[in-house]
């Protein structure tokens, strides 16, 4: 027990400390997050009618960027599953990075979930028992299962190591090693749930089709390691903890192959949809070209095309790939360009035409952006802190009175 | 708009049936009873104490609100309980006696719709006699503030032309795979739903209103999380306003569009409050949920027809009992060539379209 | 001269019957009339130009009839039975119970036709000679009657194979007359119509046709929309789209959604150079 109040105000002790820089960032995602606190406040009072989104287009932003995290979330597994499959010695050392990182990712896709709905005060008539729980028939329940299953399985992997290793205590395979391979298989099912809740849906030709999930998978296996390698880079950086080249190469590979069969899976669909050209097609048409000259999306399509296609052709060649002062470009390109599609590009135009026929446009209004970039900046804030948190122990610098430092083995 | 002290027992005396002209005609007390339009006396003591009291009663109302089941968990009490707690609210707030009725499923019926596509002349009365009964939204202000549950699609009748016929697929490549000598021609889905000519119907145009089919296999119903809509054993698919999460699945799902969100607090001036409400169907709804068209089943619950059906100028929408072979749809089903509205995805709807 | 004469005669009656026909509807509303000194809302219920109702309160916030600002058609029924009398006997409606099939009586709307069987066929004019009965069934100009009714100068019903007298009764003129020549009330169109438009009046009859408010049930009570009060007998198929309907003004269109500026798009080819 004194181990357990220990560890927790060493912890918060270790990650209160920091910087200038550190607060300096810390304070501004503060703002962000007072700012989206008020226009969260605002949504629910006057209703979604201060956002963008209509009884047309009732799902956007939100809903965009809760996809586009389950995503992250689920990347996170490109780290973990090398290290626990494959033995990769350097993933390993930073494997409760990757799950701290999920954790987040979860933490966030749940405030959008909160942002999303009409009625958050009654997200309680969603809990067994004291409400109804729609399962197995509602894939919304569904996917509240395995989002909250992946984000308990990480927390508890990932802080019983950390535990472990602030203690200085052998870490108990016999239940762990379980946990960690159901994880793996876990993130998988998060990204397959959430294509599902889209994808069976034949009322929106556009995401009725079943290589929903697999694009969700390989565009979440390029996204979420991209965002990784850009966190690697800065803790480098800025930290005294070194992350291999190994772990970043391998890492920059697999975005490299997710992103080249992210794109393949795009060709595909718009083959097969604008080559016999049905009216089910006219969502993607209305993304690419604009239907009945309404063309708001169209240039965020071409952008991410651009944006997808150029950071691809530049990964193929291990010459950009690791050169360490272009990758964060193009894992930047890369992360914007998925966002683009599978955020916005794949949920707006999933209302265009509506299954009546009639066309309408969406814009996120000044609440909406605020209040994503409000829950973007909570989840870096909280982000830091478990990154900063887990480094802390991993190098050794937060850890129980006269156990050994073994962090950095 | 306090009636006077005589006034409220009158109006209890009303059934919350959808037929005033039993009262009008002096309906007994038995068959007021029979019509299953019982109210019960706490709400119009409730009513009574609570007009004076305004603020207060509303917030403990709404309170007592959060913490109600889910409609069709509720007990036989339970559901009293809520009934009275609305009509106090609703009394209130709209200064006059409102019911809520909880009249259940009636034995022996199931209820159907058809519509004579080619009757329908696109003149939007079936809409506008929907959001008069039905308590929706009406503001004029803000985008959103306006629910409709009836959309009315204006299409093309379409013609080919001589003009046209070397026009091709795909035009500029110089290889012609099909023509093009055709504008858009039958039930497309596509075409005006703003159209506003000076009269209709127009000659180079048909008309096709759409709202909910209370599908028999309901994509709406399956994937609401929290069960809030279901259907009705006698067939609309209702919703359950106060156990709604707003989370909008059923929109995505609905193939109809039928659903509509309450983007605000529906804006609904006291003077056009419909009072006769019923708990699953029209009784004022609240900010962030779901709503649609239930058949108007305050209406429908105590035998009377649906608002639409009842202002189409030209009779083109028929409502009936599935089950009693000498009503309107049956009758139409076995003498008319129906169909139903996208019935390649198999949510069987109990709404038809029809021809002469 | 003697035309002009009867032309004022006829005017002249005509406006003492309208005018009394309000006089009896002002009359017979209660005291709602006195308490709001307002204009009575009068809407049009199926086609303008036939029945109407007026507004007006029959309990407190429950209006009778609920009327469109835009076009002042009936948009909603508080009382569907208003102003309804019992069918009368019906082929094939036997089943009905008793009062169970209700119509609201046309005679009412129809201005003149107080008069058609006194003042003027009564064979006891009184200014001028009484209108001579026509003999045969054979067409013959009737400047009276066109001047009352315009619409049957060019009639279109029929397209000239048929004429007034296969559907009024020749010497009771405030009847219509069925295939026996006996008379037909003008408040049961239906089995006028029904000679020549038997499927029609069958679909009508099991309710596929035409309008009925009230009761849903099959046996339940109905006020039954007449043919006449949706179609215009002169001119069934209205020249404009050859449809037996009249057109009319559309009811306000949806409010456009947020986002949308205007809704030009909905006319143009979703796909450009189309």
């Known amino acids: 027990?004194?181990?357990?109040?220990?560890?927790?105000?060493?912890?918060?002790?270790?990650?209160?400390?920091?910087?200038?820089?550190?607060?300096?960032?810390?304070?501004?995602?503060?703002?962000?997050?007072?700012?989206?606190?008020?226009?969260?406040?605002?949504?629910?009072?006057?209703?979604?009618?201060?956002?963008?989104?209509?009884?047309?287009?009732?799902?956007?932003?939100?809903?965009?960027?809760?996809?586009?995290?389950?995503?992250?979330?689920?990347?996170?597994?490109?780290?973990?599953?090398?290290?626990?499959?494959?033995?990769?010695?350097?993933?390993?050392?930073?494997?409760?990075?990757?799950?701290?990182?999920?954790?987040?990712?979860?933490?966030?896709?749940?405030?959008?979930?909160?942002?999303?709905?009409?009625?958050?005060?009654?997200?309680?008539?969603?809990?067994?028992?004291?409400?109804?729980?729609?399962?197995?028939?509602?894939?919304?329940?569904?996917?509240?299962?395995?989002?909250?299953?992946?984000?308990?399985?990480?927390?508890?992997?990932?802080?019983?190591?950390?535990?472990?290793?602030?203690?200085?205590?052998?870490?108990?395979?016999?239940?762990?090693?379980?946990?960690?391979?159901?994880?793996?298989?876990?993130?998988?099912?998060?990204?397959?749930?959430?294509?599902?809740?889209?994808?069976?849906?034949?009322?929106?030709?556009?995401?009725?089709?079943?290589?929903?999930?697999?694009?969700?998978?390989?565009?979440?296996?390029?996204?979420?390691?991209?965002?990784?390698?850009?966190?690697?880079?800065?803790?480098?950086?800025?930290?005294?903890?070194?992350?291999?080249?190994?772990?970043?190469?391998?890492?920059?590979?697999?975005?490299?192959?997710?992103?080249?069969?992210?794109?393949?899976?795009?060709?595909?669909?718009?083959?097969?949809?604008?080559?016999?050209?049905?009216?089910?097609?006219?969502?993607?048409?209305?993304?690419?070209?604009?239907?009945?000259?309404?063309?708001?999306?169209?240039?965020?399509?071409?952008?991410?095309?651009?944006?997808?296609?150029?950071?691809?052709?530049?990964?193929?060649?291990?010459?950009?790939?690791?050169?360490?002062?272009?990758?964060?470009?193009?894992?930047?390109?890369?992360?914007?360009?998925?966002?683009?599609?599978?955020?916005?590009?794949?949920?707006?135009?999933?209302?265009?035409?509506?299954?009546?026929g009639e066309v309408t446009e969406y814009y996120p209004s000044f609440v909406e952006v605020l209040l994503t970039l409000g829950i973007w900046a909570f989840g870096f804030f909280i982000l830091t802190i478990l990154l900063k948190g887990a480094i802390g122990i991993l190098l050794g610098d937060i850890k129980y009175r006269g156990a050994k430092a073994v962090a950095t083995r | 708009m306090i009636p006077d002290e005589k006034a409220p027992t009158e109006l209890v005396k009303t059934p919350a049936s959808a037929d005033p002209a039993k009262a009008v005609l002096k309906t007994t007390r038995r068959d007021f009873l029979k019509s299953g339009g019982m109210l019960s006396l706490s709400s119009l003591v409730g009513t009574g104490a609570l007009m004076a009291q305004t603020g207060d009663a509303k917030a403990a109302v709404e309170w007592a609100e959060h913490f109600q089941k889910n409609y069709r968990l509720m007990t036989k009490e339970e559901k009293d309980e809520a009934r009275a707690r609305l009509e106090r609210r609703y009394s209130a707030e709209y200064g006059k006696q409102v019911t809520v009725d909880t009249t259940d499923a009636q034995p022996g019926v199931l209820m159907g719709y058809a519509l004579n596509i080619r009757k329908c002349i696109g003149c939007r009365r079936c809409v506008h006699a929907c959001v008069a009964e039905n308590n929706q939204s009406r503001g004029k202000g803000r985008p959103g503030e306006k629910i409709e549950w009836i959309q009315v699609l204006r299409m093309e009748r379409g013609k080919f032309e001589q003009e046209k016929m070397d026009h091709g697929y795909p035009e500029g490549l110089g290889i012609q795979v099909g023509g093009n000598a055709y504008t858009p021609a039958g039930q497309v889905l596509e075409g005006q739903y703003h159209y506003n000519p000076e009269k209709v119907p127009e000659a180079d145009a048909t008309y096709m209103p759409i709202a909910c089919m209370q599908c028999e296999k309901p994509p709406c119903v399956k994937v609401c999380p929290v069960r809030t809509t279901y259907r009705e054993p006698d067939g609309p698919v209702v919703i359950d306003y106060n156990w709604c999460i707003g989370c909008r699945m059923c929109m995505g799902a609905c193939p109809y569009w039928a659903r509509r969100l309450n983007v605000t607090t529906p804006v609904l001036p006291k003077e056009e409050m419909n009072p006769v409400t019923h708990y699953l169907g029209n009784r004022p709804r609240m900010r962030g949920v779901v709503e649609k068209c239930h058949w108007c089943l305050q209406r429908s619950r105590h035998g009377r027809y649906p608002a639409c059906v009842e202002v189409c100028p030209v009779g083109a929408r028929k409502f009936g009992n599935l089950l009693d072979p000498e009503s309107e749809v049956s009758k139409i089903l076995e003498r008319k060539n129906v169909f139903r509205l996208k019935a390649e995805l198999n949510t069987f709807p109990k709404f038809f379209y029809f021809y002469d | 001269m003697k035309k002009i004469a009867i032309y004022a005669t006829v005017l002249a009656l005509s406006g003492g019957a309208l005018y009394s026909v309000i006089a009896a509807e002002n009359a017979a509303e209660p005291a709602a009339a006195a308490e709001a000194p307002k204009e009575p809302i009068v809407c049009f219920e199926s086609r303008k130009g036939a029945s109407e109702i007026t507004q007006q309160e029959i309990k407190p916030g429950w209006p009778n009839v609920k009327c469109s600002p835009t076009t002042g058609a009936a948009l909603w029924y508080g009382d569907p039975f208003e102003g309804t009398v019992p069918m009368g006997k019906m082929p094939g409606l036997e089943k009905l119970p008793e009062g169970h099939a209700l119509v609201k009586p046309r005679s009412g709307k129809l201005n003149i036709l107080p008069m058609c069987g006194t003042a003027c066929h009564n064979g006891v004019g009184p200014q001028f000679n009484p209108p001579k009965l026509p003999k045969g069934k054979k067409p013959t100009p009737i400047p009276t009657m066109e001047g009352l009714v315009p619409d049957v100068k060019d009639l279109q019903h029929g397209r000239g194979r048929i004429w007034c007298l296969d559907c009024h009764h020749t010497t009771k003129r405030d009847k219509l007359v069925d295939h026996f020549g006996d008379p037909i009330s003008f408040d049961q169109p239906q089995l006028l119509c029904g000679k020549c438009h038997g499927d029609k009046l069958r679909d009508w009859r099991d309710g596929i046709h035409g309008k009925r408010i009230g009761e849903f049930a099959s046996n339940g009570k109905k006020r039954w929309f007449t043919c006449t009060e949706c179609h215009n007998p002169h001119n069934v198929q209205d020249g404009e789209r050859n449809r037996g309907f009249i057109q009319l003004q559309p009811e306000p269109s949806p409010q456009l959604p947020k986002g949308m500026a205007n809704a030009d798009h909905e006319k143009v080819h979703p796909i450009p150079n189309h």
């Open chain 1, 1 to 356: 027990m004194h181990q357990l109040t220990s560890f927790a105000t060493d912890y918060t002790r270790y990650v209160l400390k920091g910087g200038t820089k550190f607060y300096a960032w810390m304070g501004s995602l503060a703002v962000l997050i007072v700012g989206m606190l008020y226009v969260f406040y605002l949504q629910n009072t006057d209703g979604l009618i201060v956002t963008g989104m209509t009884s047309q287009i009732h799902d956007g932003l939100y809903f965009a960027n809760l996809v586009f995290l389950v995503g992250v979330a689920a990347g996170a597994v490109t780290i973990v599953f090398p290290a626990y499959v494959y033995h990769h010695e350097g993933m390993h050392k930073v494997t409760v990075l990757g799950e701290m990182l999920a954790i987040t990712a979860v933490i966030m896709v749940m405030m959008f979930v909160f942002a999303h709905m009409g009625r958050p005060d009654r997200l309680w008539h969603m809990i067994p028992i004291i409400g109804i729980y729609n399962f197995p028939h509602s894939m919304l329940a569904w996917d509240v299962l395995v989002l909250n299953g992946y984000l308990i399985l990480n927390a508890i992997c990932g802080f019983y190591y950390l535990w472990i290793k602030y203690t200085g205590g052998k870490i108990n395979n016999k239940w762990f090693m379980p946990l960690v391979f159901l994880s793996i298989v876990w993130a998988f099912s998060i990204h397959t749930v959430t294509a599902f809740l889209i994808s069976t849906m034949p009322s929106r030709p556009m995401w009725f089709h079943s290589m929903m999930p697999i694009r969700f998978i390989v565009t979440a296996f390029a996204a979420g390691p991209a965002l990784i390698i850009l966190a690697f880079m800065i803790i480098r950086k800025n930290t005294k903890f070194w992350i291999d080249d190994s772990v970043i190469n391998l890492l920059s590979t697999i975005v490299t192959y997710c992103l080249g069969i992210a794109i393949f899976l795009t060709m595909s669909e718009v083959v097969v949809e604008l080559y016999a050209r049905t009216e089910h097609a006219n969502g993607l048409y209305y993304l690419m070209f604009g239907l009945h000259g309404l063309t708001k999306l169209v240039p965020w399509f071409w952008a991410s095309v651009v944006l997808m296609v150029g950071s691809f052709l530049l990964l193929i060649f291990p010459k950009f790939r690791h050169d360490y002062k272009m990758l964060p470009i193009l894992c930047a390109t890369t992360f914007a360009g998925i966002w683009i599609e599978k955020g916005m590009g794949l949920i707006v135009p999933g209302f265009i035409p509506s299954p009546i």
